[in-house]
């Protein structure tokens, strides 16, 4: 079996609010296609720790951060790195969906037009539609595109952008509780996606839902005050965790 190749890897990350520090010296590595999740109680630095995978740490006052991010062995925190430029390579989806106040097609399109993807018109319109049947939208949207993407219900708003951020063709994509503005239905839609789009893509996935780590990943990371605790196969963090604290959020005495 050959070895899955290093997407990301972070070396003793650091993160600080001012005074405070979030995150110490998390060393982990994410690999191509993979999905991992990022579990732990409220407050533990997951979320924190996902921001530093493409720099919108950055947009925080006084935050800090030491340590690096690779992204191909190049540190993504190097001063000749444009965070714009990252930003498309790592693209994020948000807990609570964002779409532009734009038209669902302008939506989609507003990515590849600003970073000069799109070869001309027809092109762009390739994009727009590659990118909304990958991310199960094309079919429930195809005949409204001109209507305002903030319309849609909050399932297709999220799967909207989603279909934005792989636009731009990013190699890893980073996803913050997702699902969780999100009813049932939706919710199994976005998780379905999730494990088509890891086939091309790198994911990383905070969830606060144990169940939806166990579905969707590869690989879960437990992170508890601000460490990472441990990182392992998603069965073997479920069945068999190394650590007692692990142990203890899964079956339910905090967290």
């Known amino acids: 079996m050959c070895t899955p190749k290093a997407k990301i890897e972070t070396r003793h990350v650091d993160v600080f609010y001012g005074d405070a ?3 110490k010296n998390i060393n982990l590595t994410l690999y191509e296609n993979e999905v991992i999740a990022f579990i732990g109680p409220s407050g533990c630095g997951k979320s924190t720790f996902l921001r530093t995978l493409n720099r919108m740490n950055d947009t925080i006052e006084h935050c800090r951060i030491e340590g690096q ?3 191909d062995g190049e540190d993504i925190y190097a001063p000749q790195v444009d965070e714009v430029t990252l930003r498309a390579r790592v693209g994020m989806v948000f ?3 964002n779409p532009f106040p734009k038209s669902i097609y302008e939506n989609v399109a507003y990515g590849p ?3 000069g993807i799109a070869r001309g018109r027809a092109d762009l319109h390739d994009i727009v539609e590659d990118s909304l049947r ?3 939208l094309w079919d429930e949207v195809k005949d409204r595109l001109n209507k305002p993407g903030t319309g849609l219900s909050g399932g297709q708003q ?3 952008c989603i279909a934005r951020a792989i636009a731009v063709s990013p190699e890893v994509i980073l996803m913050d509780e997702p699902c969780s503005a999100l009813d049932p239905i939706a919710t199994a839609a976005i998780e379905e996606l999730i494990a088509e789009l890891s086939q ?3 994911i990383a996935i905070v969830t606060h839902s144990m169940q939806q780590a166990a579905r ?12 990472l605790i441990e990182v392992d196969a998603t069965d073997k963090i479920f069945t068999q965790p190394n650590s007692h604290l692990t142990e203890a959020y899964i079956t339910g005495r905090f967290g």
């Open 69 to 71: 991010v690779l992204l």
């Open 158 to 160: 999220q799967r909207l």
């Open 134 to 136: 990958r991310a199960g």
């Open 113 to 115: 037009r600003i970073h």
């Open 95 to 97: 807990q609570k969906p």
């Open 21 to 23: 520090q979030a995150i």
């Open 216 to 227: 969707v990943s590869h690989r879960t990371a437990y992170f508890h005050v601000g460490e």
């Open 200 to 202: 091309q893509y790198t």
